[in-house]
């Protein structure tokens, strides 16, 4: 996320975040995909050696599948939205949809405040590793079900993130934000804080979902036109 109030796509006008009970929803039921197959072996080899996350000895994850995406990479995953979002000094949160004009999928409340991910995202590579522990073979519980997480950022662990149902503000966000197809910016909340503290900080962008396992899933962003912007990646990991 950048401090820029400057976007690369501008949202539509709006005096604040509205209350969807306020706001008209127009965002959509996502699609009912097929479940993605593994990522080939030939993939995995080619890119394994860029896969690795930057983990200290508390951290267990292991290496995934699937490189880091840049302009020479083919993409082997499914292209989805991803926008993160928060008041600066509030905890960031993480929302997945298909693409800007569903409902989110998946939304994360984070272990970090929205300001330190802008200083981490600012210093170029970030990783995300989201861990819980893995289940018995017989639960078939989603990986993107689980409710708490144990999160590191860059190998440093943070605390928790917790998965929720999407808040009122949260869809009043995605509802604001779903002509934007990537960009960052604030946009003016509701919590009653005036000045910056009081405006909501977005960055959206097109992320590759590889499937590793029904224990793995890594979310790369994609950088438009493969410049050198700063390299996002989230691994989700049963332990």
Known sequence: ??????????????PSLTPSHQLALSLIQPSQRKKHKPVKVFQVFRSVFRSFPIITPACKLPPLPGGLPDSHRTTAGTRITGTLFGYRKGRVSLSIQENPRCLPTLVVELAMQTNVLQKEMISGMVRIALECEKRPEKDKTKLWDE???????????NGYGVKRDAS?????????????????????????L??????????????????????????????????????????????
């Not at 396992?213 to 493969?226: E, V």
Request: glycine share 12%.
């Open 1 to 14: 996320m950048a401090e820029s109030r400057s976007s690369t796509t501008t949202p539509p006008e709006t």
């Open 147 to 157: 409710p708490l997480w144990t999160m590191y950022c860059n190998g440093k662990k």
């Open 168 to 192: 009122e503000e949260d869809l009043g966000v995605m509802e604001v934000l779903r002509a934007v197809s990537m960009g960052a910016g604030v946009l003016p909340g509701y919590s009653g």
């Open 194 to 239: 005036d000045g910056p503290d009081g405006e909501m900080a977005y960055m959206r962008a097109h992320f590759e979902q590889v499937v590793g396992s029904r224990d793995s899933q890594t979310l790369y962003m994609l950088s438009p036109d493969g410049n050198n912007g700063p390299e996002l990646s989230i691994f989700f990991v049963r332990v």
